[in-house]
Every structure is written in C-alpha cells, then in structure tokens.
C-alpha cells in the first residue's frame, strides 16, 4: 500500500498535546480541561495506527528488532534527551532558591535519576508514592511507549487479527477496572499506580494496530466528517463540559476515540487547513515532552505572586512558540542527520 500521511491525525495529535499543556496548568486553567490527561489515550491509540502503519510491513518481512528499536530511538530520543536537559536546569534552579523536593526522590542522587530517565527507566523507588519521572513526569508515557513498541515488534508477526481482538477485550476489561478503581482513568504516572498506565497502552496501542490492518483491508467504515469538526469533538470530550465520571472514561477511550480515528484516517483536511494541521503534528512532540518541567518550576516559584494570574493566562502561546522553535531548530537537523540525508540550515517558514 502506497505510504500516505493522514493529515487529520496530525492536527489530532497537535490538539491532544495543547490540551495536556493546558491541563498542567493551575490557576485559571485548572479546570478548562478535567479530562485531559485521557489525550494521552488518543496518543496510545494514534501511535498503534502509524507505528503499524510505518513498520509492520518491514517486520513481517524480516526486519531485525534491533533495527526498529534504533528507527523509534531516532525519532523519540533526541527530544526525549532535551527535556531531561531543560528538567535538570529546573530542578538546579528551584534546589537554588527552595527545597526541590517534588521534583527529586530524596533517596537517590541527581545523576541516577537522570541516567535512569534517558534510559526510558521508571524509578521503581519506595518512597511514599511518587512520580516515575520526578524530573520530568511527561515522560511516563514515552517510557510506556517505548517498551510496548519493543513488545510489539517482538511479536508482531506471529499475531493474527483474532489474537489482536483478545488482548483488546482483556485491555478493555483491564481498563474498565482501573478507571472504576481508580475513579478515572489519571493514573500512570506515579509510582502508586504505575500499572495502570501499562493496562491504558495495552488496550489502545493494539486497537490502534488492528485498526491499521483493517484500514489496509478496506474494512474501515468511510463516513463523512469535517476535520475541524472531528478536532473540535475531541476537545470537547477532553473539556469541562462532559461530567468526571470513571464511566464517561470507559466510553470516551473504547468507543468514542476509535472513531475518532476511523474519522479522521476516512477525512483528510483540504489545502487550506493542510499545513497548519502538519504544522501541529511536528509541535506536538516537542510541546508535550518539554512543557512540565518549566511549568513545575515557574508555578512552584511564582504561584504566591499577585501577578501569577497574567502569568499563567500569557504561557500557553509562549510553549507553542518553544516547541515549535524546538522542532524547527533542534529535532528536525538532528533527524536529518541521523537518518544521513544533508542537512540544510533551518529557515523561518509559515506554519
């Protein structure tokens, strides 16, 4: 099958990772977007779709595993690598000025913490709950993300379209439990719940990865929906409007975002939206990944402000700007590079 980008997944993704900025904020944002942390699903799900998309047929061909893993380490590491940079320039800045405990567990030094980061390793640490990632909690889902892409290149091969559909009823079973026990799905991320977020990638990644199959079949229904339609849909799933409920979890996860998906591989956005729809796929990376720890620091230092407010009203369409420069100038020479095409100056362009 001819190699397609499906646009409308790219504006998806950018939507997703804007609204998990925006549900790290505090302040007037704190509840624009409750359910914002289910984005992260939509990403589980979206990236079983592409990386099915992008490698599967090279698996069942042979590829060595060895070869996958370094095509995603390429891709996911050297903005991964960034951010534990910016986190640690962070953690210096507040250890400077106040104790930095919640970005640090105590009972390891600094240079673990990091080396155990980059290596996409929780700290599995007993230390009364705790982030996996203190330095950078984003990171819990690329840690997920990137030994559950290993597991599925290990077998990929060997599992039909049946086998797909067990594990998703077991994920979804997996899934329903977490949420009612859990009071929603906003787990994962701590050392207290970390299983959880394990149980949310082996539910959508492989539906993501049967959908693919069944999209390379022809067997995925075609419906039309405009894309702007099908990006305003999810956010307002992931807004205030829908009630916190661990049920509305269950349903937005395993029924409303595969179609969402089936939508918006079926609709492509015209030329008009076009580019700015790929414009927020390529930030969004660099957006979710790099975000909290400058948002943990500015909030833990001027929180107590009287004009903390302003502040944190003026941040989101400065991050956009950061991860879009980071994109521009950072990971895109670098992708170039590793992949050993010439790599030309980075010049100003319109989204």
Not at 76 to 105: D, E, K, Q, T
Request: proline residues 9%.
């Amino acid at each position: 099958m001819e190699k397609h980008r499906f646009g409308t997944l790219d504006g998806l993704r950018g939507i997703a990772a804007f609204v998990v900025l925006i549900g790290h904020m505090s302040g007037p944002y704190y509840h624009v977007v409750p359910h914002g942390y289910l984005a992260v699903d939509l990403f589980f799900l979206m990236s079983g779709f592409v990386i099915a998309g992008a490698y599967e047929q090279k698996l069942m061909a042979g590829w060595e595993i060895r070869s996958f893993l370094a095509a995603r380490l390429k891709r996911l590491w050297p903005l991964y690598a960034l951010s534990f940079v910016v986190s640690v320039v962070c953690y210096l800045i507040m250890h400077s000025l106040r104790p930095a405990g919640n970005f640090l567990f105590p009972s390891l030094p600094l240079t673990s913490v990091v080396a155990m980061g980059l290596l996409f390793l929780p700290q599995f640490v007993r230390y009364g709950g705790g982030g996996l990632f203190p330095l950078n909690p984003a990171a819990w889902s690329l840690s997920v993300e990137i030994w559950g892409n290993l597991a599925y290149a290990c077998v990929a091969r060997s599992l039909s379209n049946n086998f797909f559909k067990i594990v998703i009823a077991i994920g979804a079973v997996g899934l329903a439990i977490a949420s009612i026990r859990n009071d929603g799905l906003n787990v994962g991320v701590s050392l207290g719940d970390a299983v959880y977020g394990y149980i949310r990638y082996a539910f959508s990644f492989p539906l993501g990865v049967l959908l693919w199959r069944l999209h390379v079949a022809g067997r995925l229904p075609r419906f039309h929906v405009p894309p702007l339609l099908i990006l305003s849909i999810v956010a307002v799933l992931l807004s205030s409007l829908p009630p916190r409920s661990p049920f509305f979890d269950i349903i937005a996860v395993v029924f409303a975002f595969p179609v969402i998906l089936i939508a918006a591989v079926a609709n492509e956005p015209g030329r008009k939206w076009a580019g700015l729809f790929a414009w927020a796929g390529a930030v969004s990376y660099p957006l979710y990944i790099l975000h909290e720890p400058i948002t943990g620091l500015l909030f833990s230092l001027l929180m107590d402000k009287p004009w903390y407010t302003p502040l944190v009203l003026s941040l989101p369409p400065v991050f956009v700007l950061m991860a879009a420069l980071a994109d521009r100038w950072f990971d895109r020479p670098l992708q170039r590079l590793l992949s050993g095409r010439p790599v030309p100056l980075p010049v100003p362009s319109a989204p």
